[in-house]
């Protein structure tokens, strides 16, 4: 259990925190002290969200949180957003890249645009994040990603999302050589499949694919977005501070591979 103090006053910008298991790691954040910015390409969702996340810490510290809107793909509204977001409430002590696009498709039926519309959005998007943030830091913060088990695990139909996030994986760790002396942490948090996401929708949109899904996972389930805010928090926190160019993974152990019961009824000799 965190305390209310444990982020107290830091700046949080959450690329992509307007829905979702990023915004689930802003309300989390906001409830332990922290002032939040969240950024999306829809500007009245973006709305919602600072407001959502401003109602629910009202009676704990009355900070509100702002919204910003950008298309991560785009530097120069990255880069606005980054400026507004320093003027409202100063420079950032955590620095999260979360945005990303999914469609599950085969190699086949994904046109190189389809293909490189994923890659943009997650793995530019996160180096535009993170490459123009540099400037918007204060020593000392905190830099995380938010990747996924496709990074590292094969997963049929997502051929775009696993070469995006695998670059993220990789981009990680590059940042954190190359920044660590300039006092900055640069990590990772890989979610498994979290209930009620749109990203979990969209590769189990059904309760029968959830089930055959949920069979296959270690832990025999999906999480929940306080499993990815309590992870967030530790590693932006002071807890966090020797932890640099890793990848938490926080899934469940579906990054493992197949758990599932026949998997492991194989006969033994
Ligand atoms: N199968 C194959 N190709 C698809 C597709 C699908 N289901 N959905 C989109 N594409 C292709 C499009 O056909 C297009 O390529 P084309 O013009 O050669 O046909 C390309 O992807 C770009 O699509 P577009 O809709 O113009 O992109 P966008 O930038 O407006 O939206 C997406 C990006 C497609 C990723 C959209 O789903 C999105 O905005 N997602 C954000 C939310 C999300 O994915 N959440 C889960 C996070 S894990
Ligand atoms: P989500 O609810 O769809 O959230 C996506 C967020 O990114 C929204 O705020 C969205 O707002 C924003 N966004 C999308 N494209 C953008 C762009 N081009 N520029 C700026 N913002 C953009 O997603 P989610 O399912 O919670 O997933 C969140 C993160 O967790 C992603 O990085 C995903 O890969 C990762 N992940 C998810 C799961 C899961 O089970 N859901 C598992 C593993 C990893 P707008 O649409 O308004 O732009």
Redo the contacts with the bound molecule.
Sequence with gaps: MFEQSTLKDKVVFIAGGTS?INLGIAKGMAAVGAKIAVLGRNSDKALAAAQEITESVKSINGHSAIALTADVRDPEQVENALQSCVAQLGKIDCLISGA??????PAL??????FK??VD?DLLGTYNVFHLGFNHINKGASLIAIT?PQAVTVMPFQVH?CAAKAGINMMIKCLAVEWGASGITVNGISPGPINGT??AE?LAPTPEAKSAMSAKIASKRFGDTKDIADAAIYLASDMGRYINGTIMTVDGGTELGDASEDCLKIPLR
Excluded at 100 to 105: L, R, V
Excluded at 109 to 114: F, L, Y
């Design positions: 979702g990303a696009g999914n469609f599950p498709a039926g994904i046109s190189p645009k389809g519309t994923v959005i996924a999302v749109e990203g969209r």
